[in-house]
């Protein structure tokens, strides 16, 4: 599966942002879909991640209450709404495809990644 990371800007703190990722392919609802960040310097963190369904969702405490991750299985296409953003949440976010069958997977368990997109969060 290919993925294509669209939403990225330049915005300030307390504004929002969504981010969009599009999957080609037919088989997109057999992925989980997570997305990660890389701050300069940093190395990738995960962000969020939804099940196959989109009927559960996992967060890290970083973004849990601001972000919120959701899937559209008919356009294959997984949204990161992005509210109350901080400073500290500049970074690139990559979305990112795993066939994992149960369970969250490690970051090392999602087999393809998007392109990228930048989020800078100006104080």
């Known amino acids: 599966v290919q993925l294509q990371a669209s939403g990225g800007g330049l915005v300030q703190a307390g504004d929002s942002l969504r981010l969009s990722c599009v999957a080609s392919?037919?088989?997109?609802?057999?992925?989980?879909m997570g997305w990660f960040r890389q701050a300069p310097g940093k190395e990738r963190e995960f962000v969020a991640a939804?099940?196959?369904?989109?009927?559960?969702?996992y967060y890290a405490d970083s973004v849990k209450g601001r972000f919120t991750i959701s899937r559209d299985n008919a356009k294959n296409t997984v949204s990161l709404q992005m509210n109350s953003l901080k400073p500290e949440d500049t970074a690139v976010y990559y979305c990112?495809?795993?066939?994992?069958?149960?369970?969250?997977?490690?970051?090392?368990?999602?087999?393809?990644w998007g392109q990228g997109t930048l989020v800078t969060v100006s104080s």
């Open positions: 990112a495809a795993s066939s994992r069958a149960t369970g969250w997977p490690t970051g090392y368990e999602y087999s393809y």
């Open positions: 392919g037919r088989t997109f609802s057999r992925y989980t």
């Open positions: 939804i099940s196959r369904s989109g009927g559960s969702t």
